[in-house]
């Protein structure tokens, strides 16, 4: 079978747990006679980024992956560009019957995806908390364990506690977290906001849905591969919680090699107590603990640290804490020399303060004889038997680990016991043999093909299936033949070429040169794209600088049309204010006009009431004086008829006499005597009357005729005054 | 003055896909009906699955023919007989009870052929009425092999995919359409091209039969047509394509559908053309051809090696594993190689249609 192992490192650059184990699974499987590929991720800066180098080892094929740019964003950090590609290319060389992932760590879930379009079949065993946290370790950046499973919101929180430690130099790996006690105090009270962030802000709520998606689509990732192994049933519980496919998901316990590490030196049953602590010296493997517990308990306690860390300050901060303690810093070692390392110690530490799920160290130290002095944490509880092969300590409990070493070193008979109670655990050829029939159960089934296909679908399949260089080399024996069989001349080019080391070589740098060349053409692509873009910003600044120009040009001929039309305007506001000035005098003199005319009016109404008046009074002074002419017309034929009685007869007319008349005696010398001279007053006084009567009658058919003229002032006042001036000739 | 009546045998080879049989001989009873029932149609069932739908309905009356239904080379019905032979009465059907692909389908089918012009059809291909007469009126010619209609790709006019050729090409002679790779102009006239393509062409049944049929080298597919017509070239017989008549290649992918999903059945499919197209070259080269031609074979292994590119090399690895049986054939003789071939559509190669 060929088999492709896919991990996040490889020895000799990675000597840790997951790392040595793939190593020495591969070198199984190609002692077992498999065909095996191991593709890791290695920086070096001296190749290009995705540059591919082969090296062969132990019979496998080790494929290193450059790997030199570090993500930008978390999109980047969980998909790298680029992976993907280079490893479906890688697959389409290789032609592994199954892929197992053992860790996507700085390939990303490019690599799943890839296998998945390639129809490869992919087994993933999970060796952390990947599956449902990004951080890999479920532990909080204060390094509290995490209780949530899947819970974005968690999850966005770590990210920005996380970002808020960034801002500590002196905190190497500050994405691992840092023991928030010993930050500085406005980091703290960062970390911890952020810890219980609320996501009110931007971009707060901006990470969320960020950390959302991410999530989502690695677990859907996951989710699609054919099987998942757990080395844990704490873990498998988990994987299963965390949304993936129970069906999917199996407990597969790891072994390792017992038999290179039963030869190791039996511990020893008196002088010191040697603890040792094997593996990564990371923050969660809790050393600093161990440290902590063994301050004070003087030098009947040794502790022998075999493993390294990328992170120096957290390196110098264990070697602080190890200053009063009887501890020997042994640095890292190869798989090889494992043997050496666990006969270094009596008893194995495991202090991890995260939720281990199977690490080797417990299989190895059981497989060297050695019983485990453990955190009771995740899947710890599953490999140490309490109290029969080991003991279970609460993590990160510094006076409960004291306890239990300080017993120790009173009385080793526990600890004898312990080890005596210590069984072999699971061989690597074990856990091969599962791994293959997993791998022949993810395989899949050949499809019925109708029978005039089904000679050349084989023929094709072992072609298209083999590696590329078994391809090749099928090939240049083809030639080969094909040459002798038409009698050409034997060398072939060819030949030569696919057998040759050094062409192998010439052909990866032809692939670096292609990937290059690719990149550069995308490169170049994209400053196409940008120069275009640019040219188009260009081409549009010009436009809209003549646009401007134009619009300007506009303004300013429409700004002098309004300063003209300004002008005009206030011209004519002038005229008009002018025109105003004159209409308001105007007004002024109307109003007085009106107000001379209104008491004017009420003068000609005061007159005429008044010539109404008058006109009464003369229709009655008619009305009296035709009365009196009547009586005076009755007082004359009276006295005319006296007259004549009188025998003077009367030659005059009636007058107004009768006043006089009444109060005259009516003896007939003395009227004798004054008769003439009262008869010839009384005609005067007739005629007087009567000439008074014409012209009053006269007046009045005038005033009626003529009312116009008669209200004329004018006339009214002649006639006033013609009135008056009678009057008083009258009187 | 040709007429093209002469009766004809249509033969139709065919793996399942009843539904694409049914619309084949609904189209073709058109055109037969047309001519009034003097040719005979051949359903060759290759062995196909059981698990074929009955037909909804064929065309009025079925597609004429001019024997009576039934199936042969089985004593049972197949497949598509039980599907189709309701609804097309006159259809015959003859049964292999293996798969065998489609030159010994048709190979059967020609044999179970009752005219002495046989129509070679493929399911996916729909006549269009009015094509056989000008086809049968061009093989009156007795120089003529073969006369292929246009056959357009997907109904198209400009797809002409029956005008075929070979063309020289860095060292080699490769297969060229050029209405499909150089977008040329569709031909209006007829003309001759390289060969046959088996999916829709009228060939005598006797000159088929003495000429050795399809030569299983070619098996499983692809090129077995090329492989024919470049033997009738060497015997001086041509191929004339008619632009007179016209079928329309709806291409359906039935490869990949029978493989099982897309990306495969196109791996096979190019592997296929890939390696028949080296063993069409070796079968027609001489000796020395041969012995010049091993530089070409080196380079193209090359460059395929360098720029990683599986497929060429794929399909190289198979034509090497089988080129014995290439070689072994008889060696053309000098001057009636596939490489003196080539020449003559270079040399009368229509200009591009831009």
């Not at chain 2, 299983?216 to 001086?236: I, K, M, S, V």
């Not at chain 2, 191929?239 to 291409?251: D, I, K």
């Amino acid at each position: 079978m060929r088999i492709a192992l896919v991990a996040h490192g490889f020895p000799p650059l990675e000597r840790t747990g997951v790392e040595n184990h793939v190593a020495e699974l591969a070198a199984e499987f190609a002692r077992r006679g498999h065909d095996v590929h191991v593709c890791v991720p290695r920086r070096h800066p001296r190749l290009a980024e995705l540059a591919l180098r082969t090296e062969t080892r132990a019979g496998f094929t080790i494929h290193w992956l450059t790997r030199n740019e570090p993500p930008r964003t978390a999109a980047d950090h969980q998909e790298p560009p680029g992976v993907e590609r280079a490893f479906a290319e890688w697959l389409e060389r290789e032609r592994p019957d199954v892929v197992h992932v053992h860790h996507v760590a700085k390939l990303g879930l490019g690599v799943l995806s890839a296998a998945r379009h390639a129809c490869v079949p992919v087994v993933f065993t999970a060796h952390d908390h990947f599956a449902y946290c990004h951080r890999i370790v479920h532990l909080r950046p204060d390094l509290s364990r995490c209780t949530s499973v899947g819970d974005p919101r968690a999850c966005a929180r770590c990210d920005l506690a996380a970002s808020a430690l960034n801002r500590v130099r002196s905190l190497g790996d500050w994405q691992a977290g840092a023991d928030v006690e010993r930050l500085p105090r406005d980091v703290r009270e960062r970390v911890v906001g952020a810890l219980e962030d609320d996501f009110r802000s931007r971009r707060a709520r901006a990470l969320l849905d960020e950390r959302h998606a991410l999530d989502a689509r690695r677990l859907a990732a996951l989710a699609a591969v054919e099987l998942v192994l757990a080395p844990s049933r704490f873990l498998a519980e988990r994987l299963v919680h965390a949304g993936l496919p129970s069906e999917r998901v199996i407990h597969e316990p790891q072994g390792c090699d017992v038999a290179a590490l039963a030869a190791t030196e039996p511990a020893r049953s008196n002088g010191a107590l040697r603890l040792g602590f094997v593996g990564g010296l990371s923050k969660h493997k809790g050393l600093h603990v161990l440290l902590e517990a063994l301050a004070g308990l003087g030098p009947r306690v040794r502790l022998e640290i075999s493993g390294e860390t990328s992170d120096a300050a957290w390196h110098a901060h264990l070697r602080e804490l190890a200053r009063g303690v009887e501890a020997t810093f042994h640095g890292g070692f190869a798989a090889s020399e494992r043997a050496r390392v666990f006969a270094r110690c009596d008893v194995v530490c495991v202090p991890s303060i995260w939720e281990e799920n199977a690490p080797l160290v417990v299989a190895e130290g059981f497989a060297a004889g050695r019983p485990v002095l453990a955190s009771r944490l995740g899947g710890l509880g599953e490999l140490v038997r309490d109290g029969v092969d080991g003991v279970l300590v609460e993590p990160g409990d510094v006076g409960a680990w004291r306890s239990v070493i300080a017993v120790w070193i009173r009385d080793r008979a526990p600890l004898d016991a312990l080890r005596a109670n210590v069984r072999a655990p699971r061989t690597l050829a074990a856990e091969a043999d599962a791994l293959l029939a997993h791998y022949q159960r993810v395989l899949p089934a050949p499809r019925a093909l109708p029978g005039s296909l089904v000679g050349f679908a084989r023929e094709h399949a072992a072609a298209d299936g083999a590696a590329f260089d078994a391809l090749a080399e099928r090939v240049a024996r083809g030639l080969e033949a094909f040459r002798e069989r038409v009698g050409a001349p034997r060398e072939s080019g060819f030949a030569a070429l696919v057998r040759s080391a050094v062409a192998r070589d010439v052909l990866d740098v032809a692939r670096d040169s292609r990937r290059e060349r690719e990149w550069l053409a995308t490169s170049l692509r994209a400053r196409q794209d940008a120069s275009a873009e640019l040219t188009k910003l260009a081409r549009a600044k010009r436009e809209a600088d003549e646009r401007y120009r134009a619009e300007h040009a506009a303004l300013l001929a429409e700004r002098d049309a309004v300063i003209a039309a300004k002008r005009a305007a206030d011209h004519e506001l002038a005229e008009l204010v002018r025109h105003a000035e004159t209409l308001k005098l105007e007004l002024e003199r109307a109003a007085r006009e009106h107000t001379r005319l209104v008491d004017e009016l009420a003068t000609k109404r005061e007159a005429e009431r008044r010539l109404q008046q008058l006109v009464q009074a003369a229709v009655e002074d008619r009305k009296r004086v035709g009365e009196h002419i009547a009586w005076l017309e009755r007082s004359l034929a009276e006295l005319a008829a006296d007259l004549t009685d009188c025998g003077g007869g009367a030659g005059g007319g009636a007058g107004g006499v009768g006043a006089s008349r009444g109060a005259e005696p009516r003896d007939g010398t003395a009227l004798g005597s004054a008769l003439p001279e009262r008869l010839a007053q009384a005609r005067r006084a007739f005629a007087e009357m009567r000439a008074e009567l014409e012209f009053r009658r006269a007046e009045m058919r005038a005033a009626l005729d003529d009312k116009t003229g008669f209200f004329g002032k004018g006339a009214l006042g002649l006639r006033l005054e013609r009135w008056r001036t009678r009057a008083e000739e009258r009187r | 003055m040709n007429t093209g009546s002469a009766p004809i045998s249509i033969v139709i080879p065919a793996y399942g896909a009843a539904d694409l049989v049914e619309r084949c001989l609904k189209a073709l009873s058109l055109e037969l009906n047309a001519r009034g029932a003097i040719d005979e149609t051949i359903v060759v069932d290759d062995g196909s699955p059981n698990e074929v739908p009955a037909a909804q309905g064929g065309a009025q009356g079925g597609a004429q023919g001019g024997a009576q239904g039934g199936a042969q080379g089985s004593a049972e019905p197949g497949t598509l007989a039980r599907a189709l032979a309701p609804a097309f009465p006159r259809v015959r059907f003859v049964t292999r009870r293996t798969n065998g692909g489609f030159a010994r389908a048709l190979t059967d089918g020609i044999a179970a052929a009752k005219h002495a012009l046989v129509f070679a059809l493929n399911s996916d291909v729909v006549v269009r009425v009015g094509t056989l007469a000008p086809l049968a009126a061009a093989l009156e010619d007795p120089t003529v092999f073969a006369a292929v209609p246009r056959v357009l790709l997907d109904g198209d006019e400009r797809r002409v995919e029956s005008w075929v050729e070979f063309v020289p090409e860095s060292g080699r002679v490769v297969f060229d359409q050029p209405c499909l790779t150089r977008r040329a102009r569709a031909p209006r006239e007829d003309r001759d091209v390289a060969f046959p393509v088996g999916g829709a062409c009228l060939l005598r049944k006797r000159e088929f039969v003495e000429l050795g049929g399809f030569d299983p080298l070619f098996e499983p597919f692809y090129f077995e047509d090329a492989d024919l017509g470049l033997a009738a070239w060497r015997g001086g017989k041509r191929t004339r394509l008619v632009v007179a008549a016209a079928v329309e290649h709806r291409h359906r992918g039935t490869i990949s559908k029978v493989v099982g999903d897309e990306a495969t059945g196109a791996r096979l499919v190019h592997a296929a053309i890939g390696r028949n197209a080296w063993l069409l070259e070796w079968k027609h080269s001489t000796v020395d051809e041969l012995r010049a031609h091993v530089a070409a074979l080196e380079r193209a292994a090359t460059d395929a090696w360098i720029t990683e590119d599986r497929e060429r090399l794929v399909a190289l690895a198979l034509a090497l594993e089988r080129a014995e049986q290439a070689l072994a054939a008889p060696r053309p003789a000098p001057g009636a190689s596939l490489r003196d071939l080539a020449p003559r559509w270079c040399d009368t190669r229509p200009s591009s249609a831009g």
